[in-house]
């Protein structure tokens, strides 16, 4: 199988709660509580003060015991008890970017552990697309990482060195690109300091703060046992042996490889989509499909897409704040994983989304401005947008051939009748309803729009140029104008009017 770690992360939070723990998501650790020992006289950990971020409410947490698992922001909290301990987490930035799935076979994956400069590179099937990762380098810890152009082509070098020579490895063909931190730790109770462990650490300070650090999704069971165990002793709190082995997490109960067959069947679900929802709920996509929309078609009978090359449909988006989710960033790239497999498909999504997440949740016009814009400055910084946009620029170098030149001269001015030099909305609407094609005319702006480089609300001979050397040079791929451009222009051609001396017709 292949991990949803952020379906693994919410499934792991849901099944806490059946279980009896309170959970709160959009929560923030302020500072540590203590209170002083009686018997011993020491000052002891005995809560936390933290901050809802979406409303700015703080509230106290008290408790017998604090464990400290915040990954790579360990050592923040760590301070918090005591400003003068060594850090023990070293964050690792790791770059990861998504492309077609056809660079990859459906169920085979490769890893070298020796690239050329030393560093693991892996090349797997995911989501029907294909993932390629990883950088490795020294990072500050923020919550908002970036990833870079650099990165970006070392990975694309080094999967040139494993695919034909057939196979083109284009920038443009990333689809998607984000940068994560690795919390790698050393042991502080280790001689050698330096080492760094891939391993987990447990530590308990002197104030009574339990601290479970670096590990991997692998041994998360076994993180959590010894984590519980060590607190349960430091404590001495009264608890039994650990349940986790066996514990099914939510979804799992009534879950079968053929489940899908049934939400088909029973509701009427295109199969990739029941496909995709059996294998992200478990047993409780029955819920999903329940609440499913009738599409008014032939079939599928009911789920409506978010965006057609998906199966991510818009019942999710009100399954998901049934789940608590309340950002359309979370909804995008935890609930969804659109914004790690398409940038532009996310972005195509986000005001359909935000308009369910603003019924359900009772936003303003002004709330679903303000998380509509949010969305899409982390769709442009983090996710990769920006990197990929800045492979198209107003100052992008025109290197064609003269004949390759004319050829698209001719193209652009059967858009650009009167030799304006440059093209508009209602020039390509002209042609579009020659050939008998109707695109919604906001639609047409985005498309513009991705090749208007000055932003001048129209596209220049000059910028056409620039995209079409962009796209023969690799830079871009998938413009939706340059397609559009080309079907019209076979389209036209075709219904040209054959002269009497070449139809056979005449003598």
């Known amino acids: 199988g292949q991990h949803n770690d952020a379906r693994m992360n919410l499934a792991i939070a849901l099944t806490a709660a059946r279980y009896g723990a309170a959970t709160a998501n959009y929560a923030e650790v302020l500072r ?27 509230f ?105 020579v057939d196979v083109e490895v284009r920038r443009g063909d990333v689809l998607a690109a984000w940068s994560g931190i690795r919390p790698l730790v050393t042991d502080p109770s280790s001689k050698d300091t330096q080492s760094i462990s891939r391993n987990h650490v447990v ?31 430091a404590h001495g709190l009264k608890a039994g042996s650990s349940k986790t082995i066996g514990l099914q997490l939510r979804g799992a109960e009534d879950w079968s490889p053929t489940l899908y067959i049934r939400l088909v069947q029973d509701y009427g679900l295109e199969s990739e989509v029941a496909q995709h929802l059996a294998s992200t709920y478990g047993d409780k996509a029955f819920e999903v499909a329940k609440i499913a929309q009738v599409t008014g078609k032939r079939w599928p009978i009911v789920g409506k897409r978010l965006v057609s090359e998906f199966p991510y449909i818009e019942a999710e988006v009100v399954y998901g704040v049934k789940e608590y ?10 609930r969804t994983r659109l914004a790690f497999l398409n940038v532009q498909a996310a972005e195509e999504a986000l005001p359909r989304i935000v308009e369910i997440m603003g019924k359900e949740l009772n936003w303003n016009e002004q709330k679903k401005k303000e998380e509509l814009e949010a969305a899409k400055r982390f ?63 906001n639609t047409l702006h985005d498309i513009l729009n991705e090749v208007d480089l000055n932003k001048n609300g129209q596209v220049e001979l000059n910028e056409f140029l620039q995209l079409m050397s962009a796209i023969q040079k690799g830079h871009v791929s998938g413009s939706r104008l340059a397609v559009l451009m080309k079907t ?20």
Not at 129 to 149: F, K, L, N
Not at 382 to 393: A, F, I, P, R
């Open 32 to 58: 540590l509580l203590k209170s002083r020992d009686p018997a011993s006289g020491k000052e002891r950990v005995c809560g936390v003060r933290c901050r809802d971020v979406l409303t700015g409410q703080e």
């Open 60 to 164: 106290d947490v008290k408790a017998k015991c604090v464990i400290n698992a915040t990954g790579p922001f360990t050592d923040s909290v760590r301070k918090m008890d005591d400003q003068e301990v060594p850090n023990i987490c070293q964050p690792s930035a790791g770059v990861h970017i998504v492309m077609p799935g056809y660079y990859s076979p459906d169920n085979m994956g490769l890893l070298d552990p020796a690239t050329s400069d030393g560093r693991v590179i892996f090349f797997l099937p995911w989501e029907k697309m294909t993932i390629a990762g990883t950088t490795d380098s020294p990072t500050d810890v923020t919550s908002h990482p970036i990833p870079t152009e650099e990165d970006i082509n070392f990975i694309l070098n080094e999967v040139r060195n494993y695919l034909s």
């Open 203 to 233: 530590t308990i300070s002197q104030s009574g703060l339990v601290t479970i650090a670096g590990g991997k999704w692998t041994t998360y069971r076994a993180m959590a046992q010894d984590a519980v165990d060590a607190a349960v002793r």
């Open 325 to 334: 989710a309340r950002t359309a960033v979370d909804m995008i790239s935890r």
């Open 379 to 441: 769709l442009y910084f983090e996710m990769g947008y920006k990197v990929k946009s800045d492979q198209l620029t107003d100052s992008s170098e025109i290197s064609l051939l003269p004949s390759d030149i004319e050829r698209y001269k001719k193209r652009f001015h059967m858009f650009d009748k009167e030799k304006k030099g440059f093209i508009t909305i209602l020039d390509v609407q002209r042609v579009l309803e020659s050939i008998s094609v109707q695109i919604a005319e």
């Open 488 to 507: 019209a222009e076979e389209n036209l051609r075709q219904r040209a009017v054959i002269p009497v001396d070449r139809s056979g017709g005449g003598l």
